[in-house]
């Protein structure tokens, strides 16, 4: 299979994914006396409340699939809200950029994957070497990573790649 030849990623060294996942989410979570959140496998908290991935230097990278490593899980409420995101990849696909997680409902195995989220290259008139933006809505298929509390089609934060 050919790679698309408008793949954002082509010629970039990205090295990582940093995402904020849903402030709203964040905010709320944050305010529950029970939240627990595990970042494992390379993934991390950083010091804005933003998650992030590295790349997973093991896979075949290419510009049409950038495969990063991690996984996040957030628990609260006894357990009822049990959000996982586990190796992210973004993939361009012939109808747009995808951000890919392995499938909450197959762990721990990590053979199925969803799409979480639909991607956006956002346009800006500052060029920042090596790092760029994309707007992320949810998937029919990404509703179930959040126990569908969201619909299709919610804004998620940006999905920023450097």
Known sequence: ????????????????????????????????????????????????????????????????????????????????????????????????SVLSVVDPAQWPGRNRRIVLADLTLEKSGVAVAESMQFHATLTDAGTAVFGGQYEPGTELDPVILS
Do not use: C, Q
């Open 1 to 96: 299979m050919g790679e698309p030849a408008d793949s954002p990623t082509s010629g970039t060294s990205i090295t990582k994914l940093t995402w904020g996942i849903k402030r709203s989410f964040i905010r709320y979570i944050g305010s529950l006396p029970d939240t627990a959140h595990a970042a494992v496998d390379g993934a991390y908290l950083g010091e804005t409340s933003f998650f992030t991935f590295p790349v997973d230097v093991t896979a075949a990278n290419t510009p049409a699939i950038v495969r990063f490593r991690g996984s996040l899980r957030i628990r609260a409420h006894g357990g009822m809200l049990d959000v996982l995101v586990a190796d992210p990849w973004i993939e361009h696909l012939p109808g747009g």
